[in-house]
């Protein structure tokens, strides 16, 4: 038998400041009318024998959710300020953030389905004024698109849907209390689930910490020895003790049952948590076959035995034991598929395809008794990129699964419970991005992060354990300021529309850190961490500005830049230059990836691409078997398809590019030209691009990352 665990992990950031009380950004309030409420109802809709899951969640996140029940948080958060007030009372800088900011969501499934929010979005992107009819509408429609399926039963959103335009004052108002209704009876319904039997709910870390760079930010090494480190070292082994202990007690509080395991920020880990771990009562932990393949391969933390093991495929399909915990490894090719690739498939298709890799896993494992595949993933982002969200889509697979000979739905702690878990050798350090630490450390602007942050906690000097006995207030202070998405979405690697809003957030976590120790912030905290960081920045290798491609992918070209997951397998390179850094250049990064028969590239520019690239030509030149070859990227012709949008798009087919077999490097060049040929920029600046392509091999085991 082959046991399928699900871990739906659930997880947003701290957005309240600590020093005004104010919610700077949306995220939990909308996901929990849409993901969070609808993930639920997924797991309801699926037959009783498929209607198994592990839910992972942050207790960060929990304790925002319980916030949503006060009176006191539409006078808290920006954006329910924004959404409540009526348009003839708004200023030009409200209404220019509206413009702005209220159409952050999936344009293709939750706006261009609605006429009126779509013809909003015109008016704003041909830059008319909008009346306050127009921006009344805007303000509701922005929150209305993002309620979900079971949302959208309620009567007051039920009506504001069937309206579709004309909205009122007391609309807004409606709406946003049918919100905070519903976003409030979340974990109800989820402790509901569990009670049942149907669901395992699991914890993250508190506040969702890189826990091994809690341990020691050197350990950044261990996982990659060409890491370069923040200039002070952070060492505090009993913040990352205090952040697993203290999220079992809020989740045993919350949902009246200790959690079994846990899914460490990340799926980060180092062999010295697992006593922590252990001691906090956790039998099991959950991380990325990355850390698997490199465990057997003898790349351990020291003290780990000598012997090297050489590992097997089907080594990921076991539980493993060291040190008193169960460690599982997620399927990362399987995982990927579900958040970035089935959104843009035939749903009965991804199924077929879902359920035939899993037959094959069944038939490799055969001889071995019992296994298990774990397919752990974000449970909240990917869906708004799936036609109908998930409820469209996840019970069918699941129902697919639960219904086929051999295979059999079920919980993590149920496969723990099946499968005999084999003795590790050592655990290596990494988490589920390439093995590495890279997205939270080594970068200039996330190392000068950290540095800011060691020298506030060395400021506190107090170990946690007497921290939070003596003043927990500043202890919960020092938490959350550790929270892994202040690196995330630092330096190189991810940005949004709202990197700003981090910057000055994360500042103001340390600011409020120092205060309460009675003194005042050092004046460094009043600029943004980008530009305390930036000489070094400016220094940065090249090096620092590649990121090698995680799995292979298969992208639906639209030519939008609202979902940055869409990309997050492809390999990134940014913009790179010698000695001259040319500061009027318009491309600024090449996102790629293939899957069997393409080549996908998105290029972003400093500016909209369908602006920057007017009249523009846009060429790939490749080294072929033979001799060069040029397609055109931008105007596309064949064999190339394209979309120009706020991004530049594309599909190439892999034999139009020489390539007769994967895996497969590729070298060249991005060439800009005006209307007239002339050579306007080249990308990269200096060098050329080197371009991996995986095979599909390598892409189910994360080989070549």
Known sequence: MLHVAFLWHMHQPSYRDPITGDVHLPWVRLHGVKDYADMARAIELASETAARATVN?????????????????????????????????????????????????????????????????DMVRDGRTLSLAELTDLQVWFNLAWCGVSAREHPTIAALLTRGRDFTHADQIALLSAQRELASGVLPRWRALADSGK??????????????????????????????????????????????????????RRFGAAPAGMWPSEGSVTAELLPLVRAAGLGWLVSDEAILWKSLAGVATPGAPD??????????????????????????????????????????????????????????????????V???????????????????????????????PGLSVCTVSDAVAAVPARPLPGLATGSWIDGTFRTWLGDPVKNKAWDLLTEARQAVKRPMHELLGSDPGLAD????????????????????????????????????????????????????????????????????????????????????????????????????????????????????????????????????????????????TVQGPHHPIELALWPASAPVEARCGDVLEARLPLAALGVTSLPARLRGTITLADADGELLERFPGTGELELELLSALQSALNVGV
């Open 374 to 404: 774990v397919i752990a993933l974000d449970g909240e982002n990917c869906w708004e990129h799936y036609p109908g969200g998930v409820t469209a889509f996840l019970p069918g697979l699941l129902d697919a699964i639960a219904e086929t």
């Open 57 to 121: 969640w942050v207790p960060g996140l929990c304790d925002q959710l319980d916030a949503l029940a006060s009176p006191e948080y539409g006078r808290r958060e920006r954006f329910w300020r924004l959404s409540e007030r009526p348009a003839a009372e708004l200023g030009p800088t409200e209404i220019a953030i509206i413009r702005e900011h209220f159409f952050s969501l999936a344009h293709p499934t939750l706006l261009d389905p609605h006429p009126r929010y779509r013809a909003l979005r």
């Open 477 to 620: 202070l020092v938490l959350r300021a550790e929270a892994s998405d202040w690196w995330w979405w630092f330096g190189e690697g991810h940005s949004t529309a709202f990197d700003g809003e981090f910057d000055a957030l994360f500042r103001d976590h340390l600011k409020a850190i120092w205060l309460a120790l009675g003194k005042s912030p050092p004046d460094t905290l009043q600029q943004s961490v980008y530009a305390l960081a930036a000489p070094a920045r400016a220094a940065a290798p090249i090096s620092q500005r590649v990121k090698r491609p995680m799995t292979q992918i298969e992208i639906a070209l639209d030519g939008t830049a609202a979902w940055y997951f869409k990309w997050l397998g492809a390999g990134e390179i940014n913009q790179s230059y010698g000695a001259i850094h040319r500061a009027e250049s318009l491309l600024a990064r090449l996102f790629y990836g293939n899957d069997e028969t393409s080549l996908f590239l998105r290029l972003d520019a400093r500016e909209r691409c369908e602006d920057a690239l007017v009249g523009a030509r846009v060429r790939l």
């Open 199 to 252: 669901v395992e709910l699991c914890a993250s870390p508190y506040y969702h910490p890189i826990l091994p760079l809690l341990c020691d930010t050197d350990l950044a090494r261990a996982a990659d020895p060409s890491s370069p480190l923040p200039v002070r070292r952070f060492h505090w082994r009993g913040d990352a003790d205090a952040q697993i202990r203290l999220a079992v007690e809020a989740h045993t």
């Open 307 to 372: 012997a090297v093991r050489t590992s097997r495929p089907t080594d990921k399909f076991h539980p493993w034991s060291l040190d008193g915990v169960t460690l599982l490894f997620r399927d990362h090719g399987l995982s990927d598929k579900i958040g970035f690739v089935y959104a843009t498939w035939p749903r009965q298709r991804a199924y077929a395809d879902f359920v035939q890799s899993l037959v094959a896993i069944r038939r490799a494992t055969e001889s071995e008794g019992d296994a298990v």
